[in-house]
Structure formats: C-alpha cells, structure tokens
C-alpha cells in the first residue's frame, strides 16, 4: 500500500507537468490553424491609378501570395439608373483600381505597417488599406492567448517539479536505514539507487501513456468539438509516436534528474 502510494506521489506530478507541456504544444498548434485560417480570410486592399500585377508586387512582400483586381461593375450597374450613359462611360474612366492582395501568413502589426509602407511607394498606388484596427485587435488577442497559456503551463511544470522532488526525498527518508547499511557494506551509488531510478523510470512510462491517451482522444469528446467548430477550428490530432515519445523524454529526463540530485543530497549528508 505504501509502495502504491508512492507511485502515485510522482505520477500525479508528472501527470501534471506533462499535462502542461503537451497544453502549450496544443495552443501553439491551435494558435497557428487560426492564424492560418485568418490569413485566408484576410486581404490589403490597394486603390491605384495604374494597373499592377504579381511582378510589381512579389519583390516588394516577401510574403505574397496573389493578387485580384476588383470589378467596381455593381456599383457602376447601380448608378446607371440615375446616370446617362455618357456620364458613366467618364466615370468609369475616371476611376481608380482596387485590388485585393493575399499573404501566405497572417501578419504581425510591424510587418504589416511594414508592407504598407512599401506598396505606398508603388508608382499609382494612392490609398492602402490593411484593416489595421480590427487586424490588431484579432493579433493581440492571439498573443495574449499564447502568453497566458505558456505562463500558467510554466508555473504547472515548477510546480510538478517540486512535488516529484519532494515525494523522492520521502521515498529516501522511508528507505534510509536500508540505505545507510548498503552504504556500511560498500555499495556503489547505483546499487543504493537502483530502485527509486526504476520507480522514476515506470512512473514516467504510466504518466506519458495517461497524458498521451488523453490527448489523443480528446477530439473525439463532444463538448470539444462542438466548441472548436463554433470558431471553424479543429483540435490538431496527436502524433502519438512522435508526441509520446518526445513526453517520455521529457519526463524521464526529469524523473532521473530528480532521482539524481536527491540521492546526492543523500549522499553528501551521509559523509
């Protein structure tokens, strides 16, 4: 029962921390589906009085993606019933192009003034319009997700951290006597802590199987889904190869750092 109790005095921390690093690893991807999603969504409109194309465009926006002349047809359709004919032949003429550009990514506030700035100096272009005010609402909201998520995910992981070094210390304490006789008969380090490394290494296999599970499945859970298609997301599925190998190295690493500098500890107090 002891033993049990153990276990799962490292396996709920390291549920935790794992918990929180595959967490920030989700948002990240969510984050990027978004932006990927806005930026199909978003265009910089440009009013010129000379025709462009892609050529004039590409060099200038490292980043372009296409660019598509508006039809100003509809609004010219609907003056034609208050206008003669020849009056909007000159109107017709007298206006200027609109085009639509596309990005392949959707854009920070800098590189958006930045691309702005430049497509002033086009020859013809008068007016560009980016949208700025609902654009930088949408990325701040984004940064701020991002930021929120990796802090509160950091001070998860210091935590699990601290809780799986505390119940190594426990383990040590409970196991002391045992070891400070190994420690009379000459046994080397690894013998002492062979046993806690064991428990650090199964701990961490049954916490990064719970968390990769979880994660796994988790777009298959109907309140998640529903919420994600409300927004036109989808939780990313998990790599349950790559994912879960990279958590079991991740917490083994910290299993047997924690192991480690406990029975080290151990080691200079015994002297």
């Known amino acids: 029962m002891r033993s049990l109790k153990n276990h799962f005095g490292v396996i709920f921390p390291l549920i935790a921390l794992l918990f929180c690093i595959q967490f920030i690893t989700l948002v990240g991807n969510i984050i990027k589906d978004y932006e ?12 010129s009085s000379k025709d462009l194309n892609s050529s004039s465009i590409k060099p200038l926006v490292s980043d372009f993606d296409s660019i598509e002349k508006l039809s100003t047809k509809s609004v010219l359709d609907r003056l034609s019933k208050d206008i003669s004919a020849k009056n909007l032949t000159i109107l017709q003429s007298s206006l200027p192009k609109f085009y639509s550009i596309k990005l392949k ?5 800098e590189y958006m003034e930045e691309i702005k700035a430049k497509l002033l100096k086009v020859s013809g272009v008068s007016r560009v319009e980016t949208f700025s005010k609902t654009h930088n609402k949408v990325y701040k909201i984004l940064n701020l997700i991002k930021k929120i998520s ?15 070094l505390k119940q190594m210390r426990i383990w040590l304490y409970e196991h002391k006597e045992r070891i400070d006789i190994m420690t009379l008969f000459g046994a080397s380090f690894w013998l002492k802590s062979g046993v806690l490394y064991r428990m650090a290494i199964v701990d961490s296999i049954v916490a ?9 499945l988790l777009p298959d859970f109907n309140i998640v ?9 989808k939780i990313p599925n998990v790599d349950i190869v ?22 080290r500890e151990a080691k200079k107090n015994s002297l």
Not at 105 to 109: A, E, K, R
Not at 225 to 233: A, K, P, T, W, Y
């Open 36 to 47: 990927k999603l806005m930026s199909e969504d978003y265009n910089i409109i440009v009013v």
């Open 105 to 109: 990514i959707f854009p920070s506030v």
């Open 150 to 164: 990796e802090i509160f995910s950091i001070l998860i992981v210091i935590l699990g951290l601290m809780l799986v």
């Open 208 to 216: 990064t199987l719970f968390v990769t599970i979880f994660y796994y």
């Open 225 to 233: 889904s529903f919420m994600m298609d409300e927004v036109g997301l």
């Open 242 to 263: 790559y994912e879960g190998g990279r958590l079991l190295f991740i917490s083994l690493a910290l299993s047997i750092i924690s192991v480690s500098l406990v029975m």
